[in-house]
């Protein structure tokens, strides 16, 4: 099964750029299915209203449930007080498997780490290259799964890129996905210190194209296991499902994206975890998510 683990969708307000007004999915869909991903990601535009924008998303995923999820957006400031109850309505009401935060809309903060503790669900944090973060997170939440979408830099900055990977080398619940990274050698390189198990393919659509971003994870020349890792494996892993296969090919048609979420771990394969060791499983959702 492959799953894009980063990718856009709903209206924006900002009308600042595509990125906060529009992120259609029409054409990425038909070039995702033509590229072979079976099950993607969602991640609402930046909005001013984030609970609208994921009840927005929810409405989305709900015409495809076997083909698509999402993670709920949340701004660490603007949201301050209230993003417990945001995250918990995504959970239980639209069964979302994780939380996204950008910088742009301000730096993550306690309380998000809390409520991703809370639901057991990853984050993807938009660091926009600020790598010191990571040390605190890992220190202060072990127990919370952080994927940093592009490789810590959307923008290029190749020195954010190999500070990510040097936490993705020290820490075993950082993360990152290789959407937008224009440095083929930096991916080369992360596979290699971090291992497979640390990196998540994802395209950021629809704005990038999905078979593009795939081709990417192809030039890297994985073996089967570290492919089937990157491709979906991992961020199956952490966010507490499995991969359902028929023959040839995984079958989203058969994967419930609204069923009962098991714990999510951050322990790689036995054969991945390699000199990165293992963490225990966390305990299981204290409620299945409901419609």
């Not at 198990?197 to 030039?219: N, Q, R, T, Y």
């Not at 048609?253 to 036995?270: E, K, L």
Request: proline letters at 8%.
């Amino acid at each position: 099964m492959i799953v894009d683990c980063h990718c856009h969708a709903g209206k924006g307000d900002g009308f600042t750029g595509p990125w906060d007004t529009d992120a259609p999915l029409g054409a990425y869909l038909r070039r995702a299915a033509a590229a072979g991903i079976d099950r993607t990601i969602l991640l609402p535009a930046f909005s001013s209203d984030y609970g609208e924008a994921n009840r927005a998303l929810a409405r989305i995923v709900a015409r495809a449930p076997h083909r698509l999820q999402a993670f709920a957006m949340v701004h660490a400031a603007r949201d301050r007080g209230r993003i417990h109850e945001l995250v918990e309505t995504a959970v239980k009401r639209y069964a979302f498997r994780g939380i996204k935060v950008h910088r742009h809309d301000a730096p993550i903060n306690r309380e998000v780490c809390e409520a991703a503790r809370r639901f057991r669900l990853p984050v993807l944090y938009d660091i926009g290259g600020d790598t010191a973060v990571l040390e605190l997170l890992s220190d202060q939440y072990p127990d919370v799964a952080f994927i940093v979408p592009h490789l810590g830099s959307f923008g290029d900055d190749w020195r954010a890129q190999l500070g990510v990977i040097d936490h993705l080398v020290r820490h075993p619940n950082i993360h990152a996905d290789t959407s937008g990274v224009r440095r083929f050698d930096l991916l080369v390189q992360a596979v290699r210190r971090a291992g497979a198990h640390k990196i998540l393919f994802g395209s950021d659509g629809p704005w990038l194209h999905p078979g593009l971003e795939l081709a990417k994870i192809d030039a890297l020349q994985l073996g089967p296991q570290q492919r089937s890792l990157v491709l979906g494996g991992n961020l199956l892993r952490l966010i507490g499902q499995t991969p359902q296969a028929r023959p040839g090919r995984a079958d989203p048609d058969r994967a419930d994206p609204t069923a009962p979420t098991r714990a999510a771990s951050i322990r790689p394969p036995r054969s991945q975890a390699g000199e990165h060791g293992s963490q225990a499983h966390r305990p299981p959702l204290p409620l299945a998510p409901s419609r």
